[in-house]
C-alpha cells in the first residue's frame, strides 16, 4: 500500500532531551516535507526536499533540523525541544511535477 | 508574504443544503489552487485542484476559479454529516515543487 508513515504517533517529552520523527514514503516521490499545525495558525512548513541530499527552510525552521540521506526517508529533529514546539507535525511527500502531496497519519508532541 | 485568507468558520449547514467556502490569496501570479479535508485529528486529504479560470465539478463537489479577483471557492452539494470536518485551501504561488502555502481552514459543521 502506498503511504507516508511517521514514527512515534505521539511523544511526551521534556525540554531540552534531543527527539528525532521518522518519516518514511514507499512511493519513490522525489519531494519531502515537514509541517506544523496549531489552533489559529493552520499548516505552517518546517522544511522540504527536493531530492536526496537537499533540502531547504520552509517559513518556521527555527529549532528544528532535517537530513535526506535516502530518498524515502525524512526525518525531523529537535535538538533542544521547547514547549512552544507542541505542536502536531505532519510529514509530507510528492513526486517531481506533480503538485498533489500525500500526508502521514500525523505526530503528536508534546514537550513539558 | 504571500497569504491565503480563510474565514475560520464554524459555518453550519443543514444536512442535504449546499456548503460554499470561500478563500482569498494575495500573490495574483498563483497557477494551482488545491482543497483539502481534514477530519480532527486527522491528516489532510486532497479532494480538489483546479488551475484554470472556471468551474470544475466532481461529484457533489465543484471548485471555482476567478483569477482576476484572486478567489477560489468550493461548493458541496447535499451537504452530509459525514462532510463535517476543517477545509483548507492551499495555493502554489508559482508552479513544480515550490512550496504550498495553506489557508488556516474553516470548519464546516453539517447538522442532520
Known amino acids: 500500500e502506498a503511504q507516508v508513515t511517521q514514527n512515534p504517533r505521539y511523544l511526551i517529552t521534556v525540554t531540552g532531551k534531543k527527539l528525532t520523527v521518522t518519516c518514511s514514503q514507499n512511493m519513490n516521490h522525489e519531494y519531502m516535507s515537514w509541517y506544523r499545525q496549531d489552533p489559529g495558525l493552520g499548516l505552517r512548513q518546517i522544511y522540504y526536499s527536493m531530492n536526496v541530499e537537499v533540502t531547504d527552510k520552509g517559513d518556521v525552521p527555527e529549532g528544528y533540523k532535517v537530513s535526506r540521506k535516502e530518498k524515502r526517508n525524512f526525518p525531523l529533529i529537535l535538538e533542544s525541544p521547547s514547549p512552544n514546539q507542541t505542536s502536531l507535525y505532519f510529514c509530507?511527500?510528492?513526486?517531481?511535477?506533480?503538485?498533489?502531496?500525500?500526508f502521514g497519519p500525523g505526530t503528536r508532541l508534546l514537550v513539558l | 508574504q504571500k497569504e491565503v485568507e480563510q474565514n475560520s468558520g464554524p459555518l453550519s449547514v443543514p444536512e442535504g443544503a449546499i456548503a460554499s467556502l470561500n478563500c482569498t490569496y494575495s500573490?495574483?501570479?498563483?497557477?494551482?489552487f488545491f482543497w483539502y479535508r481534514q477530519y480532527s485529528g486527522k491528516s489532510p486529504e486532497l479532494i480538489m485542484s483546479?488551475?484554470?479560470?472556471g468551474d470544475k465539478e466532481d461529484g457533489r463537489f465543484t471548485a471555482q476559479l476567478n483569477k482576476a479577483s484572486q478567489y477560489v471557492s468550493l461548493l458541496i452539494r447535499d451537504s452530509q454529516p459525514s462532510d463535517s470536518a476543517t477545509y483548507l485551501c492551499a495555493v502554489n504561488p508559482n508552479s513544480g515543487n515550490t512550496p504550498l502555502v495553506f489557508g488556516k481552514g474553516t470548519r464546516l459543521s453539517v447538522i442532520a
Open positions: 509530507a511527500s510528492k513526486p517531481t511535477g506533480e503538485e498533489t502531496q500525500y
Open positions: 483546479i488551475y484554470s479560470n
Open positions: 500573490d495574483r501570479v498563483s497557477q494551482s
